[in-house]
C-alpha cells in the first residue's frame, strides 16, 4: 500500500449510493452531464462512499465514515443503498482492522453519507461506532449541524449525532489547522458551512482528501456545482482557487464520491484544468 510521510494509506469502501443527478450537478443541462455519469431510470446516479484509513505514527486515522446501518428500509429504496457492494466493517477487516483499533475520525462533514457511520445501533440502542476514537468536526459545522436549515435539513439525520454530541470524544476545531503529523484541514463553505478538506504531505508527494468540494471527477468543471450547496457561487471561488493550487503543487486529488476514480491529478485541457491520470489508491 502507499506511504505518504509516516503514514500507509488503505481505501476503505464503505457501499455505494444514488442521489439525484440533477441535484448533482445543479444548472448544468443533462444532456452535458449525463455523458460523464449516467443515470438511473429514477434520474439518480451512483456514487461511491470511499474513505481513507492512515495507518502510523501509533495511531489509525478514519477520514469520513459513510453511510452507517441505522437507516430505514425507505431510506435504502430512496437513496439505492448497496451495501452488498461494499461496507465499512468489512472493508476495515479486509486491511487487518476493527472499529475499535480506530484512534482517530475525522469528519470532513456530517451529511448522511460522510459521518452517519459514526452511529451504528447496539443491543437495540445507538451507540458510537469507534468507541475508542477521537472524532475531529469543525465547531462552526457541529454548530450548523445541531440547528439546519429547511434546505439542508434532510442531509443530517439528527439521531446519528446525538450519541456523538453526548460523548467526551467529540473534539471541535477552529479552522484550518494541523491536526497531526503531516496531517492538516482546510475549511470551505459552500457545500455547506465549515466543510473541512484533509491534506495528507509525505516527503514527495501530497494528497488531498477533497470530499464534497469535489464529489467526482465529473465536477471539476467550474460550472458543475451540486444543487445540494447551501452557497454555489462560494463553492465555485473555492473550487477555481483550491484547483489552481493543487495543480500548480502537483497534489494528488482523492475522491470520496466517484463510483469509478480514486486518485487522479490535474492537467491544463482545452476547456481549462481537467482530471488525469485516474487510478486507485494502490497506485499513488
Same mark, same amino acid.
Given at each position: 500500500?502507499?506511504?505518504l510521510?509516516p ?7 464503505t ?11 445543479g ?5 452535458l ?12 446516479i451512483?456514487l461511491?462512499?470511499r ?5 502510523? #505514527?501509533?495511531?489509525?486515522?478514519l477520514i469520513d ?5 441505522t437507516?430505514?428500509?425507505k431510506?435504502?429504496k430512496i437513496f439505492a443503498?448497496d *451495501?452488498e @457492494?461494499?461496507?465499512?466493517h468489512?472493508s ?6 476493527s ?6 475520525v475525522v469528519?470532513?462533514?456530517? @451529511?448522511?453519507d *460522510?459521518?452517519g ?5 447496539? #443491543?437495540?440502542a445507538?451507540a458510537?461506532?469507534?468507541?475508542n476514537?477521537? @472524532?475531529?468536526v469543525?465547531r462552526a459545522?457541529?454548530?450548523?449541524a445541531?440547528?439546519?436549515?429547511p434546505?439542508?435539513?434532510n442531509?443530517?439525520l439528527?439521531?446519528?449525532?446525538e ?7 467529540? *473534539?471541535l476545531?477552529?479552522?484550518?489547522v494541523?491536526l497531526?503529523d #503531516?496531517?492538516? =484541514?482546510r475549511t470551505?463553505f459552500? *457545500?455547506?458551512e465549515?466543510q473541512?478538506l =484533509?491534506?495528507?504531505?509525505?516527503d514527495?508527494?501530497t494528497?488531498v482528501f %477533497?470530499?464534497?468540494l469535489l464529489?467526482t471527477?465529473a465536477?471539476?468543471?467550474l460550472p458543475?456545482?451540486?444543487g445540494?450547496? =447551501?452557497?454555489?457561487l462560494?463553492?465555485m471561488?473555492?473550487k477555481?482557487?483550491?484547483l489552481e493550487?493543487?495543480h ?11 463510483p469509478? %476514480? ?9 476547456k481549462?484544468?481537467e482530471?488525469t491520470n @485516474?487510478?486507485s489508491?494502490a497506485?499513488l
Amino acid at each position: 500500500m502507499p506511504q505518504l510521510g509516516p503514514y500507509t494509506l488503505h481505501t476503505i469502501e464503505t457501499g455505494r449510493f444514488g442521489l439525484d443527478g440533477g441535484a448533482m450537478f445543479g444548472v448544468v443541462p443533462k444532456p452535458l452531464w449525463e455523458k460523464r455519469i449516467a443515470p438511473d431510470e429514477q434520474n439518480r446516479i451512483p456514487l461511491a462512499m470511499r474513505c481513507l484509513l492512515l495507518e502510523g #505514527n501509533d495511531r489509525l486515522i478514519l477520514i469520513d465514515t459513510g453511510l452507517g446501518d441505522t437507516y430505514t428500509d425507505k431510506f435504502a429504496k430512496i437513496f439505492a443503498v448497496d *451495501h452488498e @457492494h461494499s461496507e465499512l466493517h468489512r472493508s476495515l477487516e479486509a486491511v487487518g482492522f476493527s472499529a475499535a483499533d480506530v484512534t482517530d475520525v475525522v469528519l470532513t462533514h456530517l @451529511h448522511f453519507d *460522510h459521518g452517519g457511520g459514526c452511529t451504528t445501533r447496539r #443491543n437495540g440502542a445507538l451507540a458510537l461506532t469507534f468507541p475508542n476514537a477521537t @472524532h475531529y468536526v469543525q465547531r462552526a459545522h457541529w454548530n450548523w449541524a445541531q440547528n439546519p436549515n429547511p434546505r439542508e435539513k434532510n442531509s443530517f439525520l439528527q439521531e446519528n449525532l446525538e450519541p456523538l454530541a453526548a460523548a467526551p470524544q467529540l *473534539h471541535l476545531l477552529d479552522g484550518d489547522v494541523p491536526l497531526f503529523d #503531516n496531517i492538516s =484541514v482546510r475549511t470551505v463553505f459552500g *457545500h455547506t458551512e465549515a466543510q473541512q478538506l =484533509v491534506k495528507i504531505d509525505g516527503d514527495e508527494q501530497t494528497l488531498v482528501f %477533497v470530499a464534497d468540494l469535489l464529489p467526482t471527477t465529473a465536477h471539476v468543471p467550474l460550472p458543475y456545482v451540486m444543487g445540494y450547496d =447551501v452557497r454555489p457561487l462560494e463553492t465555485m471561488k473555492e473550487k477555481k482557487a483550491f484547483l489552481e493550487e493543487a495543480h500548480a503543487e502537483g497534489w494528488h486529488l482523492f475522491f470520496e464520491h466517484d463510483p469509478e %476514480v480514486a486518485v487522479a491529478n490535474l492537467q491544463e485541457g482545452a476547456k481549462g484544468l481537467e482530471t488525469t491520470n @485516474h487510478r486507485s489508491l494502490a497506485d499513488l
